[in-house]
């Protein structure tokens, strides 16, 4: 069987009367990496506040490996956190910022000290000890930031959006680092990211988190294949599935006869395929990145415009008349709510 992590139990949370989570449940597996997943303003960092004990729940419950933290203070319940903005010091040493989070517990200087340095090492910031964090770059300031929160052996590790403040190729090179880790230490963790690609990439599961509201959980592959909305179809994947009326003005090959008006159909732009059947469009943009290039193609005279990825070699050209077509194997079919339809 597997422990409990974490578990929220219909979670509520507001700032003043503004509502911000609602009734929130979410079980995360001991271990597990749990990525949430969400746009600005979903409240994920409001989310981790709460697990963390910094902001009370107006409703519901937190267990932390099924012991019932709710009514703790944040400094009982054994959880680390890492601030989007790191939070460190900047009149203290990165040793010293490092070493913060175990001498408010009474350890002795020296094995304190001891302790921060092998956290330091771990994360690759064993040299950068001395400095303050006006002297470090922004990845080195998150590593430091990192070390603080793993000298603290924690049971529950709430990362938020430590990658954000990194440059492309630092945030790919520490994600990579980030999962090597957790793998390693087998942590409890939730990571919180706006990043759909940080998420796919680093999560056991996935959480979607929607104005408060969890919107979907699942392995990232499930997130993937069976978006079980509207809105997680669209927040997932770049660029974004394209969405149409079931009853118009597209007609996947092999689709049943009977397609409901209301209902809307999804399909990836690499499932567009450009030839010489299906509908005619018109090629109004075309963006080529390396080997991909995007097309952006108006439907059926003044209809919507699609998204197509091709192979950037055989591209069609701004202005070129095409036909797209896509198979019916490939759509993914949602209600008028924006609810995914199953067996369609
Ligand atoms: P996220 O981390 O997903 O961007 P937040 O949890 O920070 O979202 O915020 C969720 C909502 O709560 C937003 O609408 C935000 O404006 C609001 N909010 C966040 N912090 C405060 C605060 N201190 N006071 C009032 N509203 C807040
Ligand atoms: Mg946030």
Redesign the pocket.
């Given at each position: 069987m597997t422990r409990s992590g974490l578990k929220l139990s219909g979670v509520s949370a507001a700032?003043?009367d503004?509502p911000?989570l609602h009734h929130l449940d979410l079980e995360v597996n001991q271990g597990e990496l749990l990525v949430v997943l969400?746009?600005?303003?979903?409240?994920?960092?409001?989310?981790l506040?709460v697990v963390a004990g910094l902001q009370a729940a107006t409703t519901g419950r937190v267990l932390i490996g099924g012991r019932d933290v709710t009514a703790l203070r944040p400094g009982r319940r054994n959880v680390s956190m890492v601030f989007q903005s790191y939070a460190l010091f900047p009149h203290l040493t990165a040793l010293d910022n490092i070493t913060f989070g175990l001498e408010v517990r009474d350890m002795p200087r020296k094995a304190a000290r001891e302790r921060a340095a092998a956290a330091a090492a771990t994360v690759g910031c064993a040299h950068l000890l001395d400095r303050r964090p006006g002297q470090l770059s922004g990845g080195e300031r998150q590593r430091v930031a990192l070390a603080r929160a793993l000298v603290r052996e924690p049971d529950l590790f709430l990362l938020?959006?430590p990658l954000s403040n990194l440059d492309l190729e630092l945030r790919t090179e520490t994600r990579g680092e980030l999962k090597a880790l957790h793998a390693r230490l087998g942590v409890t963790t939730v990571h919180?990211t706006?990043d759909q690609t940080e998420a796919l990439v680093l999560a056991d599961r996935l959480a979607v988190?929607r104005d408060?509201r969890l919107e979907q959980l699942g392995t990232p592959d499930e997130i993937w294949r069976t978006p079980a909305t509207v809105f997680v179809a669209r927040f997932v994947g770049s660029p974004a599935m394209n969405l149409l009326p079931a009853d118009g003005p597209l007609t996947p090959d092999g689709a049943p006869a009977a397609r409901p008006p209301g209902h809307r159909i999804g399909f990836r732009p690499e499932a567009v395929r450009l030839g010489d059947v299906g509908t005619p469009a018109a090629v109004e943009r075309v963006d080529v990145v390396g080997e991909d290039a995007y097309a952006y193609l108006r439907l059926a005279g003044d209809g919507p415009v699609i998204t197509a990825r091709v192979p950037s070699a055989s591209r069609p050209f701004p202005g070129e008349p095409v036909r797209a077509a896509v198979r019916w194997a490939d759509v993914h079919v949602f209600d008028g709510d924006g609810r995914r339809v199953t067996g369609a």
């Open positions: 700032y003043r503004t911000v969400g746009p600005s303003g979903a409240g994920k960092s409001t989310l506040r938020d959006e919180v706006h988190l408060g």
